[in-house]
Antibody, heavy 119, light 111 residues
Framework: EVQLVESGGDLVQPGGSLRLSCAAS????????MHWIRQTPGMGLAWVSR????????EYADSVRGRFTISRDDAKNTLYLQMNSLRPEDTAIYYC????????????WGQGTLVTVSS | DIVMTQTPLSSPVTLGQPASISCRSS???????????MNWLQQRPGQPPRLLIY???NRFSGVPDRFSGSGAGTDFTLNISRVELEDVGIYYC????????FGGGTKLEIK
C-alpha cells in the first residue's frame, strides 16, 4: 500500500524557516517523480514544486522560487521541502504527492501538514 | 499558466440521480505526445484530495464505475451516474500537460 506521511508543519513567524518531510513507503521511491502541492481555503489547490526521480530536474512555482528548496533522500525514502523567508500567504496545508510513472500526472496524496505563518 | 475554470460552483443532487461537472482550460491540453492530461480529483470532508480520473476518461485504481470522464481539447466533463452519500465533497479538475494547475472546485451536496 502506497503511504506518504508528511511532518514538520508548525506555526512560524513571517521571515522564518521550516523544513517539511515526507516519508514514503509501499513503493520503490527512487523510481518516481515527487511533488509538493498546497491548499488554502481562499486560493484552493496550488502546485509548489517537483523533483525528478533521479533528482536531476527540479521546478518551482513562481510564488516560491528562490525561497523554497525541494530535495530527496532515496536512501531514507524521504522527500523534503525547505521553506525560507516565509510569508503569511504561504499559510496552507502542504501535501506530498507522488508523480505517476504510467502517465504524465500525479496519483497518490499524503494526508498533509499544516503550515501557519503569523506573528 | 493554464487556467482551469469549473462550473457549477455548487451542485445539489438527489441521491440516486446523476450529476455532471464541467471544466474548461484556457488552452488545449493536448500534449506533444498526443495525450490529453486532464484529471479529476475528489476531496471528501476532512480528507486530502484523491485521484479519480486521469487522461480524460481513465478511472484510477479503486474508483467506482459510476464515475466517468469525457471531453477533448479544452472542454471536459465529469459524470456521476447515480450519486451516493459517500460522493459528497469537492471535485477538482486538474491539468498536468504543463506544471499542474487546478480548477476552483465544485461542491457536491445532497438535496
Amino acid at each position: 500500500e502506497v503511504q506518504l506521511v508528511e511532518s514538520g508543519g508548525d506555526l512560524v513567524q513571517p521571515g522564518g524557516s521550516l523544513r517539511l518531510s515526507c516519508a514514503a513507503s509501499g513503493f520503490t521511491f527512487h523510481y518516481y517523480w515527487m511533488h509538493w502541492i498546497r491548499q488554502t481555503p481562499g486560493m484552493g489547490l496550488a502546485w509548489v514544486s517537483r523533483i525528478k526521480s533521479d533528482g536531476t530536474f527540479i521546478e518551482y512555482a513562481d510564488s516560491v522560487r528562490g525561497r523554497f528548496t525541494i530535495s530527496r533522500d532515496d536512501a531514507k525514502n524521504t522527500l523534503y521541502l525547505q521553506m525560507n523567508s516565509l510569508r503569511p500567504e504561504d499559510t496552507a496545508i502542504y501535501y506530498c504527492v507522488r508523480g505517476s510513472r504510467d502517465w504524465k500526472g500525479i496519483d497518490y496524496w499524503g494526508q498533509g501538514t499544516l503550515v501557519t505563518v503569523s506573528s | 499558466d493554464i487556467v482551469m475554470t469549473q462550473t457549477p460552483l455548487s451542485s445539489p443532487v438527489t441521491l440516486g440521480q446523476p450529476a455532471s461537472i464541467s471544466c474548461r482550460s484556457s488552452q488545449s491540453l493536448v500534449d506533444t505526445d498526443g495525450n490529453t492530461n486532464m484529471n479529476w480529483l475528489q476531496q471528501r470532508p476532512g480528507q486530502p484530495p484523491r485521484l479519480l480520473i486521469y487522461k480524460i476518461s481513465n478511472r484510477f485504481s479503486g474508483v467506482p464505475d459510476r464515475f466517468s470522464g469525457s471531453g477533448a481539447g479544452t472542454d471536459f466533463t465529469l459524470n456521476i451516474s447515480r450519486v451516493e452519500l459517500e460522493d459528497v465533497g469537492i471535485y477538482y479538475c486538474m491539468q498536468s500537460t504543463e506544471f499542474p494547475t487546478f480548477g476552483g472546485g465544485t461542491k457536491l451536496e445532497i438535496k
